[in-house]
């Protein structure tokens, strides 16, 4: 099945940075979704970018998705933005989805 | 717009019982799919439904079954649980036509 590999696995941030988190994908996907996973363990949708670069706020990601990558950014980051950022990938006709393990971001004031 | 509810939030079951975990999609959705993480880890594929069949499955034992009833809710069924059964179980809804899916709050399960 297809892999799906996130970059870095912890990062520290200052707060009013920059950071750019990476999923990479082993396959051709239909579906790519960008989560932060809260500290109770729920996932939070962010994007839904199968392909192209959307913005939201501080927020914006981009999916290259010949190239088997997708970006997320986060500018001027806040404690707030502390937590998990995970990626998942869809193939298939199913919503069967498989998920990173996660970037792991701390900010600190 | 309510959306994806999963009940309960919290269980405590001892090995070897059973379980059964709820889940109500976000309105509008008629495809559910469950999803195991273990502490540590991603989450892992167990089943998808829809039209209250089971439309593909990851690997996972038999003990894990589920059901979709006609209002498009779903549940999960763990028999003869064990201590690796512990985890938080996800839910997630979605269109089947549209591929963005919708997660719940989770149910964490601990088995003592």
């Known amino acids: 099945g297809i892999q799906v590999e996130q970059s870095p696995p912890d990062l520290i941030l200052q707060e009013g940075a920059n950071s750019t988190l990476r999923c990479n994908f082993s396959d051709s996907v239909n579906n790519l979704q960008w989560f932060h996973q809260n500290p109770w363990g729920q996932l939070i949708n962010l994007f839904y970018?199968?392909?192209g670069t959307k913005q939201n706020g501080r927020l914006s990601a981009t999916t290259v998705a010949t190239e088997r990558y997708s970006l997320l950014y986060i500018s001027s980051s806040q404690t707030t933005d502390s937590g998990v950022y995970v990626c998942a990938a869809r193939t298939g006709g199913y919503q069967k989805v498989t998920f990173g393990t996660g970037t792991k971001l701390q900010v600190i004031p | 717009d309510a959306g994806v509810t999963q009940s309960p939030t919290h269980l405590i079951k001892t090995r070897g019982q059973q379980v059964t975990l709820r889940c109500s999609p976000k309105?509008?959705?008629?495809?559910v799919s469950w999803y195991q993480q273990a502490l540590g880890q991603g989450p892992q594929f167990i089943f998808q439904?829809?039209?209250?069949?089971?439309?593909q499955r990851g690997n996972f034992p038999d003990r894990f079954s589920g059901h979709q009833f006609p209002n498009y809710s779903s549940e999960l069924n763990v028999n003869a649980l064990l201590l690796g059964d512990s985890a938080l179980y996800l839910c997630?809804?979605?269109?089947?036509?549209?591929?963005?899916?919708?997660f719940g709050q989770g149910t964490r399960l601990t088995v003592v």
């Open positions: 309105s509008g959705h008629d495809t």
């Open positions: 997630a809804s979605s269109l089947r036509q549209s591929t963005e899916a919708f």
């Open positions: 439904y829809y039209e209250e069949e089971e439309r």
């Open positions: 970018i199968p392909s």
